[in-house]
């Protein structure tokens, strides 16, 4: 298994996919044509990575200052996964990254945290 | 000895608890669409009023910058007449008449607009030419007339570098509204419709008000020898048709003059 990396574009975030630092990081916008098509290859790692490949610790950072609502979805099912395996004893840490000029992004981080209690998710103030 | 159990029970309640996963995890699903609609409704109206409060501010922008072009150009033939000892209110009586030359002359009612907003900066020229002779009282001699003729082409060089279309036109108004219908005129002698429609409008507003209007050195006419001198020179100095245009519609033209009048 190997290190993803996908580079940031007008309408995509940078993905940085780290297997030794055990590192998922998301950062810029998100409103792609084809979200599911775009996040796919991300989905599939994050997949195989916690299907024994992952560190004793992982770190996600999220630092997506906007998104549409089909990104928003794959959110939701990105953190529906990673709450799976966390109840399989995977020990996940969550930073929704916000700027505190942008009000959207904190409340989208704080729909997520109050939609997945069981996660260990932190708003970090940029 | 156990009860005998019927087995589709067991099976029924393995569907049961199948079932009710499943609708849970639809329930879910449901509540997490709505959010998610809900959350973009909002910020999408959000958006939409950030974009109509930037689209107001650019039209805002937009009218200041085309009233600011309106008010140099206004002040720039103010100056120009100030220097030739006319009044503010002969700058505007000449642009109203542009307009209403330029409507009936058949230009719609954009060009007409910019015309009269182009017109006030006929003389504009005049900046450049000494006060000595600017300001003298009596007849000019040859010499003096030279240089004073010299404020059409002097015009023209100031303005000429412009590329706004308000300022195009006024290049066009100041080279050319010293020019006649007959080919007698100056800076180049242009003769008929060589004379650019601009030029020849801007000539008999000028004209016409100049007539009207008493200076320190001359009365004003009196408005029978303003007609018979512009019947005279129908042909001559002014292109016929304006000057048709002009008897035809002559209560709008004395309805601008008496709207306003030198205090």
Redesign the interface.
Known sequence: MENLIIDETVYTPRINLDIENGLIELVGKSYPENTFEFYKPMMDWVESYFSGNEQAKTIINFEIIYF??SS??LF?DFFDLIEEVTEKGKYVEINWIYDPDND?AL??GE?FKE?FVKLNFKLVEK | MEPFENKLIGEIEELQSKFNQTTQKLIKDVR??D???S??DK?QK?EYDELQKKFAEVEALQREIEETQKEVVFTMGAIGESRSKETGNHVKRVAQYSKILALYYGMNEKEAELLKQASPMHDIGKVAIPDSILNKPGRFNDEERKIMDTHAKLGFDMLNKSNRPLLKMATTVAYEHHEKWNGKGYPRGLKGEEIHIYGRITALADVFDALGSSRVYKKAWEDERIFKLFKEERGEHFDPKLIDIFFEHLDEFLEVRDSLKDL
């Open positions: 549409n609502s928003s979805k939701f959207s409340e989208a729909d939609d | 997490r669409q959010k998610i609609m959350r973009s910020r959000q």
